[in-house]
């Protein structure tokens, strides 16, 4: 017989719901929310098949079982994060805190795109990478004189070519806008340098647009220059879908920190500028440099800003 007295429950603070609840030691997080009738998303039926029972453990998580078989299937899949759980999955033998990560059919959508993601990071992660923005010195005389079939077709041509250069030393293109190229590098972590990367890649850029100027000069009489800033540092790294898009982007403060240092290569009268952090990494190899403080735009202090000479 079942004598549920003897048997010690522990409590389970839901953190969207404000309450606390039971939950017996034999039982998972997810029978212990079902049966405190909280509307707890389990598609699959607590098979560890679907995720969408999974937690965020907030408090707790030592109390937590060790994930089995079955959970480390997806969760290796997902790449989750020790605090993510699966509710059908995790009993508890102590008190714990959660927050239910899937609340709507849209939650769910994505959660399922999730498991087609190919990239092993479908959740999102936070990585140290290299953050490159570029734009192009000169742009404004082609916009300004031209078609806008002309500008796309040089904007095109010139994303082309430099792609091919950043993609050669281990960078992407995470996105355009107008003239500017946001690249990042150290994401497959295919090599131990990734502002050594950013560097060679932007002096290669450079030289592939002594050939691409010819071209311009040829055909509409005005030479680019890039202006670059460089910075490393963490940055959130994840699929973002739209709905109509689709694309691995980064975000976060030290993506706008690199913005805004290439913003100052106009100040300086400068055409490559790098962060404190990201000149350090390659300070050995390059130890002559110009150093420059300087105040960014919603940035609060001064910032030591490099060029390498
Ligand atoms: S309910 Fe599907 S994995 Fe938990």
């Known amino acids: 017989m079942n004598d549920t ?3 010690k429950s522990h409590k389970i603070h839901l953190f969207k719901e404000h309450k ?3 939950c017996l030691e034999n039982s998972t997080i997810l029978e212990a929310t079902l049966a405190a009738h909280i509307n707890h998303t389990h598609a699959c039926g607590g098979q560890a098949k679907c995720s969408t029972c999974r937690v965020s453990i907030r408090k707790g998580l030592e109390n937590c079982s060790p994930r089995n078989e079955a959970e480390k299937l997806i969760a290796d899949k997902l790449n989750f994060p020790a605090e993510i759980r699966l509710a059908c999955q995790t009993h508890i033998n102590g008190n714990i805190s959660i927050r239910r990560m899937v609340s709507d059919k849209m939650d769910m959508d994505i959660i399922f795109e999730q498991f087609s993601d190919q990239s092993g990071i479908a959740l999102g992660i936070q990585q140290k ?3 490159v923005f570029t734009d192009i010195v000169n742009y404004t005389s082609l916009a300004e ?3 806008p079939y002309d500008i796309v077709h040089v904007l095109n041509r010139y994303y082309r070519i430099m792609n ?4 050669d030393n281990n960078g992407i293109i995470s996105d355009v806008a107008g003239d500017g190229i946001l690249a990042v590098f150290g994401m497959d972590n295919k090599s131990n340098n990734s502002v050594l990367d950013a560097f060679n890649a932007i002096d290669g850029m450079n030289e592939k647009l002594k050939l691409f100027n010819k071209y311009l000069e040829e055909n509409f009489n005005i030479q680019f220059g890039i202006r670059a800033g460089v910075h490393y540092g963490n940055v959130i790294v994840g699929p973002f879908d739209t709905g109509a ?3 691995m982007a980064v975000i976060g403060d030290n993506v706008n920190y690199a913005s805004r240092i290439e913003s100052a290569n106009k100040e300086f009268g400068t055409k490559l500028l790098l962060s404190e952090e990201a000149y350090s990494e390659i300070k050995n190899k390059y130890p002559n440099y110009n150093m420059y403080e300087a105040t960014l735009k919603g940035k609060t202090g001064q910032y030591k ?5």
């Open 245 to 247: 898009m689709k694309k």
């Open 129 to 131: 990478l290299t953050i």
């Open 5 to 7: 007295k003897n048997i």
């Open 164 to 167: 091919t250069i950043i993609q």
């Open 145 to 147: 004189k031209f078609p």
């Open 305 to 309: 800003l490099y060029e390498i000479i």
């Open 20 to 22: 606390e609840i039971n």
